[in-house]
């Protein structure tokens, strides 16, 4: 039961995604090609839609939800993940926009409406508030996240490095469910 409809809305996988057998995505959620949800994550597309680019992971534990359209939140805000974003173990992303090259760190949390520029790194714990941006090349820290500083160029070439790395694991995965 790891893809679930909800509402006729049934998730919709690009190539070679990985979906570990203890993982949930429900609902109206698009996941692009050589993406990997691990173990325990849950991606739940249920009142809004959610999309996720092209080598993107989403680690264990963590849980990628939306912000519904009400009376105090006209529109909502879908949740939407670019491609080579690293989403680390139990992060939660709720109703905002991530760009390209981005890696979440450890239990960060990024709230409604927050908007994450391409090439940024959020450090483990970090808590971005509702509403913020986030701009490229800086690392933020923090609760409530802060700049602290630029990001290093070997930072930014690490960007490709680990989108590349959760590429090849989540082969190995689905080289191993085919085998089995």
């Not at 989403?87 to 239990?107: D, E, S």
């Not at 913020?132 to 070997?154: C, I």
């Not at 989540?170 to 191993?176: E, G, I, N, P, S």
């Amino acid at each position: 039961m790891t893809i679930r409809t909800f509402q006729g809305q049934t998730p919709r996988l690009g190539e070679r995604v990985y979906l570990d057998s203890a993982s949930v995505v429900l609902g109206d959620v698009e996941l692009g090609d050589d993406s990997s949800v691990w173990p325990m994550a849950v991606i739940r597309g249920d009142m809004h839609r959610i999309r996720i680019g092209a080598r993107t992971s989403v680690q264990d534990g963590s849980v990628l939800h939306i912000t519904h359209a009400s009376d105090f939140n006209p529109g909502g805000h879908p949740l939407t993940i670019g491609d080579d974003v690293t989403i680390g173990h139990k992060a939660i992303l709720h109703g905002c926009t991530l760009g390209n090259r981005i890696l979440v760190g450890m239990g960060a949390i990024v709230m409604d409406g927050a908007t994450v520029e391409d090439e940024v790194i959020i450090a483990a714990g970090a808590v971005v508030t509702p509403g913020r941006t986030l701009e490229s090349g800086h690392v933020y820290a923090g609760n409530p996240a802060k700049p602290l500083r630029e990001l290093k160029r070997s930072e930014r070439e690490f960007f490709a490095y680990t989108a590349a790395n959760y590429v090849k694991l989540k082969d190995q995965y689905l080289a191993d469910r085919q085998a089995g």
